[in-house]
């Protein structure tokens, strides 16, 4: 779309790390959740926005929502601290800023 770049944002999401180096690109949920939210939020407000809707739906439910499908149960993380509100933070981010700076200077 005009606000996001898709592209760009799966492109950003290969230089995601785990904060477990014993894991390195071996995501949680969680962390490629978290990813995920980074790489649109570097791409600009409006895309980290437009994923925020998806970030909300998977992390937070509420009984307006009803039961989740077999599918949205096996995708859903009430544990996820991700901060949906498009703001940056947490160690899953100094990650990838770190992988992503290496790979800028290196």
Sequence with gaps: SDQCNMPFVHRCMRFCESPDQSR??????????????????????????RIAW???????????????SPLEAQLFMPDCDVDCSCALRSAAVIAIVLALSSFALG
């Design 24 to 49: 390195r690109k071996e995501l949680t949920k969680c962390e490629r959740m978290k990813c995920k939210m980074y790489c649109a939020k570097s791409w600009s407000e409006a895309c980290a926005q």
């Design 54 to 68: 998806q970030c909300r739906y998977l992390t937070e439910w509420s009984p307006d929502i009803g039961l989740l």
